[in-house]
């Protein structure tokens, strides 16, 4: 690891990002200002009980993951939800038990347990964002800090219980789409051909080899019923 592993809380996203008001006055706290408030926990420093969940995403605006606030909001309304037991029960997605004979299901009890101890790495609260610096030599320490952060992603991936894949059908702020000149899409499909998506979803593919990680995809909406599984059997 060549840039501590920094989560935050699952309590503190709720209180921070929950509420729509909320959301829309902190949309912009990043890494930084979460360091600086001290609300983000080194990996080294979790209560022996913790939950540490990795969420992969596609960025929907070139300078700010989620301008909006879609992605933000499907994850915590989904896992508020999670934890207050709003789901029976949470099963591998058909094609998946289809594909691999295997069913892996999750009960609210349980998810209410995980998610009351569970810490979140979320690339724009956990690692460097030069895009967001106050000045040049600050936004120039910050490049290089986060270029530490991406090689050490294999890292946070090993150490991480759960794998989410946050993928809401989102249209992002910046990129044009060359065929209809209007302001590209954003889903499952176009998540799986950004590089580092794809880099990320390796190491998880690899390290299931010696460990157990639960496989998560939280599609479309926050009212559609989300996969889970084991992520060897995905």
Known sequence: VKYNMYLINTSTMFKLFADEDDRKKNIKICHQDLLQRGQLTRFED??????????????SGFNHPDPNGRHIHVLCKTLRDLRDGVYDKIETEPFSVLSYHQNTTTSASEWGEILSTAYMWFDFW????????KDTNESERLQKELGLA???????V?????VMILV????HDDRIDSQ???????????????????FELF?????ALCSEHLFCALLYDVDTCLGSGSSNTH
């Open 46 to 59: 979790l209560p022996l009980s913790s939950f540490v969940i990795f969420v992969s995403h596609e960025w």
């Open 168 to 171: 809401p059908p989102s249209v």
């Open 150 to 156: 991406i090689e050490s992603m294999a890292s946070y």
């Open 203 to 207: 190491d998880v593919v690899l390290h």
């Open 126 to 133: 956990c690692q460097p964002q030069p895009t967001m610096a």
């Open 158 to 162: 090993e150490r991480s219980d759960t």
């Open 180 to 198: 209809t000149g209007r302001k590209a899409f954003t889903c499952y499909r176009t998540w799986r051909r950004r590089g580092l998506c794809v």
